[in-house]
């Protein structure tokens, strides 16, 4: 099975930087996605690593370790939108899922 | 307009009254998935299914059944449920070959007393 962990809550201000990390131990592993999901919403896909490195999108970056077992979102430039749950995920055949960490964005 | 339709999206039933929910997808995803949310937990995949009657187990998977008739359609059996299955449930799908990236649905809330 898998089991992921990550901070449950992060708040910064507007325009700041938020790193929210992830860990995850694993019986087999493809790579690591993220996922946005506001107040009970369908989560929507953000990004994924299948290979070691950082991936960006936009605002948003992803990062890979697999020899660490880890990875990061970056969310840049935060704006009030961004206030959301943000949750990692394992990939193989079955998707195991972080807990999700809320990220709360203050004026 | 490319999207995975679940229905009902709210549903209070009682024990033991079997009940289905339904999923649909309009992407001819061959891959779909079924999880629950719960408070603190996150999403927790209860069953996948790579293809047409191709069915296989996640994690939490006790309690519930699923059938992969057709490609488009993934249903949720639930047929005898109990209170500790109230919960969030998503339906998934993607591209086969491309499951890091699944398109979910809008939920269903369910309640069982």
């Known amino acids: 099975g898998q089991s992921l962990e990550q901070p449950s809550e992060v708040t910064a201000v507007e325009g700041a930087i938020v790193q929210i990390n992830c860990t995850y131990q694993?019986?087999?592993?493809?790579?690591l996605s993220w996922y946005q999901q506001h107040d009970g919403g369908a989560p929507t896909f953000l990004s994924y690593?299948?290979?070691?490195g950082l991936e960006e999108t936009g605002r948003f970056s992803s990062f890979l370790s697999r020899s660490d077992s880890y990875g990061y979102l970056l969310l840049q430039e935060l704006q009030m939108k961004d206030s959301a749950s943000y949750f990692c995920?394992?990939?193989?055949?079955?998707?195991?899922f972080g807990a999700g960490t809320t990220v709360t964005v203050r004026a | 307009e490319a999207q995975v339709t679940q229905n009902p999206r709210y549903l209070i039933t009682v024990t033991g009254k079997k009940l289905t929910v339904t999923c649909s997808q309009n992407?001819?995803?061959?891959?779909m998935s079924w999880y629950r949310q719960d408070p603190g937990l996150g999403l927790r995949q209860i069953y996948y299914?790579?293809?047409?009657?191709?069915?296989d187990k996640g994690d939490v998977p006790e309690g519930y059944k699923v059938s992969r008739k057709e490609k488009r359609n993934f249903p949720l059996i639930l047929e005898s449920p109990s209170p500790n299955q109230t919960s969030l449930y998503f339906c998934?799908?993607?591209?086969?070959?491309?499951?890091?990236?699944?398109?979910f649905g809008p939920g269903t809330r369910l309640t069982v007393t």
């Open positions: 690593n299948g290979l070691d």
């Open positions: 995920a394992a990939i193989d055949y079955k998707l195991s």
């Open positions: 299914s790579m293809n047409v009657e191709v069915t």
């Open positions: 992407m001819n995803h061959e891959y």
């Open positions: 998934a799908s993607s591209r086969g070959q491309v499951t890091y990236e699944q398109y």
């Open positions: 694993t019986s087999g592993f493809y790579g």
